[in-house]
């Protein structure tokens, strides 16, 4: 092969291979705006970006360090409370925002270091002990020290008194959405590097066995503070951004609940993949906005969803995707596809269904005595006549019942398509 075919392949001293996906995720984000440019849009987005941060950081100590926290949310809070008294402050008119983010990142990893120099030792249940009170100690204090943490009210700022970036005011949504836009993809390139350094390698040994990791002379304790606190600086940089974004930050923002609902946002997504909480943020948010406009319970189908793949898909939704791969490999997964129409389709036909029936009950139980009408699915019906609830009963029970039925012959067409020919 000639020289100049090998340096085709290569870009910025990397493979093109390795490149082509930061640069297609990039293109991405610069061309969004033009087809969600609404200023919900953007704002969904720019809360999506942040959220993705903020798992991805997460994800170090979990999914690569086996540490369980429940109270993570903690150095994302801190970050954008200092953040926040940063904007009110009277020298903020000198700084210029984007550099903000910074701010936020150096004072979560300094509570990161601080914290983590004593939860670090134990790994498993007393870490995850740990960092619940540490949680619940914090959430506490934002009650206590009001000078700080503004009390029940929380502290407020305004992202436009800080110095203009050339020229750039950060007053339009489209602006702040670069912005964090910029920051998600450069905290997750950071991210994906560190995994790949000897401390993030070491990590991953230190969750599977450290006590061989121990044997060949790596600390396990020092390899884990070193990802908790590497982790407490991008929190705090999902902090900065949150302060940008929302320009507000309460007691919501560090409490146990955004501990746990990280947690989720991570395990949907994939703890053993490093885009699952990419792909977990994104259902998530679109779950809390989108669905979360449409519908009151929307926590109880994310919370259907969790226990779904908990039970059924441990490794996530990236984990599902990746399950096709060995049916790509030995190429048959063009053979999927009726089994899919088949099984699947009918299943997620008769959710929809049963759905529906929820949704009809709660607007009974919690709408008005005369309130009878009600729209569902963009059909306007009164829930005083029977055919509403029947045609909902026999779309879940037909659906429900077909994917039943025909489970079995979608798992021998799955095992048929993953299983690799026998060598002759």
């Known amino acids: 092969m000639s020289n100049a075919s090998t340096n085709s392949r290569i870009l910025f001293g990397q493979p093109v291979s390795v490149l082509l996906p930061w640069i297609i995720a990039a293109i991405i984000l610069l061309i969004l705006p033009v087809f969600l440019g609404s200023r919900s849009q953007l704002t969904i987005l720019s809360q999506m970006g942040i959220t993705i941060v903020f ?6 100590l979990l999914g690569q360090g086996g540490m369980l926290s429940f109270g993570h949310a903690v150095y ?29 990142g150096f004072f979560g990893l300094i509570f990161a270091f601080i914290i983590g120099s004593f939860s670090t030792r134990k790994a498993g249940t007393v870490f995850a002990m740990i960092s ?12 206590i020290v009001t000078v700080f943490f503004g009390g029940e009210e929380g502290i407020s700022g305004y992202r436009d008194e800080g110095l203009p970036f050339f020229g750039i005011e950060f007053i339009s949504n489209l602006e702040v959405y ?4 910029i920051w998600m993809f450069v905290a997750v390139v950071l991210m994906y590097l560190f995994s790949r350094t000897p401390v993030g390698r070491m990590a991953n040994a230190v969750r599977d066995n450290p006590e061989r990791a121990e044997f060949l002379g790596y600390s396990a304790r020092w390899v884990r503070f070193a990802s ?18 929302f320009e507000i930050a309460t007691e919501t923002d560090l409490n146990v609940t955004a501990s746990g609902a990280i947690l989720l946002i991570t395990f949907l997504g994939g703890v053993g993949f490093f885009w699952g909480p990419i792909i977990g943020a994104i259902v998530f948010t679109l779950l809390a906005t989108v669905l979360g406009l449409q519908t009151h319970l929307w926590e109880l189908y994310l919370g259907v969803v969790f226990v779904g793949v908990v039970m059924f898909f441990p490794a996530g939704l990236s984990g599902i995707i990746m399950s096709h791969v060995p049916a790509l490999k030995t190429g048959k997964l063009g053979t999927l596809v009726m089994p899919y129409i088949t099984c699947v389709l009918p299943g997620v036909i008769g959710g929809l269904g049963i759905a529906a029936l929820v949704e009809m009950s709660f607007h009974v139980r919690s709408g008005a005595a005369d309130e009878h009408e009600m729209t569902l699915f963009w059909i306007d019906f009164s829930t005083h006549n029977v055919l509403p609830w029947v045609v909902p009963l026999v779309i879940a029970v037909v659906g429900v019942g077909l994917a039943v039925r025909n489970a079995p012959a979608f798992k021998a067409a799955w095992d048929n398509a993953s299983t690799l020919p026998e060598a002759a």
């Open 132 to 143: 619940l009170g540490i949680g619940e100690l914090f959430a506490a204090l934002v009650l």
């Open 76 to 104: 994302m809070g801190l970050g954008s409370f200092m953040c926040l008294h940063v904007m009110n402050a009277t020298w903020f008119g000198a700084l210029p925002l984007p550099l903000l983010p910074l701010i936020g």
């Open 178 to 181: 670069y912005l964090i836009s």
């Open 228 to 245: 908790f606190t590497v982790s407490g600086f991008f929190c705090g940089v999902a902090g900065g951004l949150s302060a940008i974004l």
């Open 55 to 60: 798992a991805l950081a997460y994800n170090m």
